[in-house]
């Protein structure tokens, strides 16, 4: 079964930097799809970046975080980070790391989430 943990979360100001990793174990992630997702106090869970496993490692981004947040993988580490720059207090929430098989439909594997905080 397999096992995604977060990490790298924490407060940060206006227009500061994190990054999040994803640790991912208990199986082989090719022909996965990786991605966060964040639900803000009150808000439903939204999607926030993916990538694919293998081959072109094909990314997609919320219009909201574009130019401002990057997705990336290293397979040989089985991990997943997102960094995150320019941070605005819109993006306090917490983070959840998601995977599915294949290039289609839900996210249906998941992290516990990490909390990030954005204070103006």
């Known amino acids: 079964q397999e096992q995604l943990v977060e990490s790298g979360g924490g407060l940060v100001q206006l227009g500061g930097s994190l990054r999040l990793s994803c640790a991912a174990s208990?199986?082989?992630?090719?022909?996965?799809?990786m991605g966060w997702f964040r639900q803000a106090p009150g808000k439903e869970r939204e999607f926030v970046a993916s990538?694919?496993?293998?081959?072109?490692?094909?990314?997609y981004y919320a219009d909201s975080v574009k130019g401002r947040f990057t997705i990336s993988s290293d397979n040989a580490k089985n991990t997943m980070y997102l960094q995150m720059n320019s941070l605005k207090p819109e993006d306090t929430a917490v983070y959840y790391c998601?995977?599915?098989?294949?290039?289609?439909?839900?996210?249906?594997?998941w992290g516990q989430g990490t909390q990030v905080t954005v204070s103006s």
């Open positions: 208990g199986r082989t992630f090719a022909s996965y799809t």
């Open positions: 990538i694919s496993w293998s081959g072109r490692r094909i990314t």
């Open positions: 998601a995977a599915r098989l294949g290039s289609y439909g839900d996210f249906d594997s």
